[in-house]
């Protein structure tokens, strides 16, 4: 069934910027929308939070355009699918 | 009466990923959708909280699934039924 | 006047699951929807919280179904009642 | 002009319960919903919070009904008076 | 310009209660809805916040009610003019 | 391009009050309505957050009615231009 | 694909003040609407959050609005692209 929406913790250079990142993910076929949020910034590297939503998204194209950005996957911390998004219930009460 | 909404605390080995878990359960006839969430990441597992909705779940068939995939349900958090969904409420006011 | 929504605090073996109480109080002629979160897991024991919601709730069937299945109600902690349903005023501002 | 929503603080013994005290409220002409929340429980006493909506509440039968139930009224926490419901305004920002 | 919203702090002694001040102020012709909530209390005396909203208030109708009543306006910390009710800006970022 | 919201931090004696702020202020042509919030209240001083909405606010004329009444602006805290309010994104994550 | 919504940390001195950078901004025939948020007041300087939204934003002549106006980009902190806007997922359930 179709992968809806999914948060990946990935590790990355300074350079090339999550502008280029964004627009390099956006691009993809599957993909409607990224948002990609800065972490933590170290002195050689950055982790950014990127969340991904389209119809039926593709993981491995999107793991291959981050490794050819030159960024890894650290790892995937939430997934969505069906026919449509669901959200975490919550454990705590209302 | 139908099951509506279910949040499973599952234990699973690294592999397969969320993804795969996702996958898998949302192509069960009675799921509409799934989400899930890594909560805990140990040396060998990890924890996930899983999210399913569905017009009439049939908890036995999501069960067998999680198995098959190598996971095990560690406790069933909250569950709703009926002909909608109720929301949890809160012993707090307001 | 009508009940229309009740949050009860019920202590009940492990066994039956909370999937069987959601199931059985959803059952009920006079419940339109139950949500049930676990609260607290015990050795032999736990503690859920069960929220109904109905046009015009019958307590009495409802304590019988979850006595049956061998659980005791330990305190009503919410109710509302009339002709819609009201949300606790907070004593907060704004 | 029109009481239109009142919190009142009520001491009353555990019997009868809170779901007595809601239909004996919601059955009052000037009520249309009334929800009441457990705050506090002691040994012979409980504390609830009674949130009370109408088009124009007459709070001399609000607490005729509770001192016939045998719980006396502590204290108004809060009233809306007026054409329309309006919330308190926070002194925080936004 | 049109004064819309107003919340004003104000000492009053217990007696005559919140209703009443609720019932007076929401009497005014000026005003749409008044809500008052009780912020603390004291021996003799108690402080409350009236928050009121109208199309275009008269702040000296109102300090007269709450005068006539035997209530002192502490500080008005609040207000809102204008074509239409804006709420504060937070500070603080989304 | 249109100012669109503006929030100052003013620095005003106790007199005149902020009722006849928010009145001046929201009777200039370019504004749509007005927000004051007292922060802080000092011997002789008062802190007030101004917040102002208009199509296309006139900063110069904002300030002149604020020093006039006696009031000094010690900062501008947040601006919103465009053809729509664009509110502050957050870095903090969903 | 379009970059749609774009947060960036600038330093810059108190003059020009945050009126000219957001009416600058907003000129940019990519950019719709511009917020900016003061974070921290130093001596000299000022650091601000510029939240920027837009149909398909030009990084590039943001960058040189800000630069000429003697700001300097210190980092991007938020991007969003692609058809739709899409908010950083939560890894905190519901």
Do not use: W
Request: net charge negative.
């Amino acid at each position: 069934m179709q992968l809806r929406r999914i948060l990946i913790d990935v590790l990355k250079p300074h350079d090339p910027s999550i502008i280029v990142y964004a627009e390099k993910l956006a691009a993809l076929k599957c993909v409607d929308g990224v948002n990609i949020l800065v972490v933590e910034i170290d002195d050689k590297t950055e982790s950014i939070g990127v969340t991904i939503e389209g119809g039926s998204l593709n993981f491995n194209s999107i793991e291959k355009v981050i490794e050819k950005l030159g960024g890894s996957i650290h790892s995937v911390d939430m997934v969505s699918a069906g026919s449509h998004v669901v959200e975490a219930a919550s454990e705590e009460s209302g």
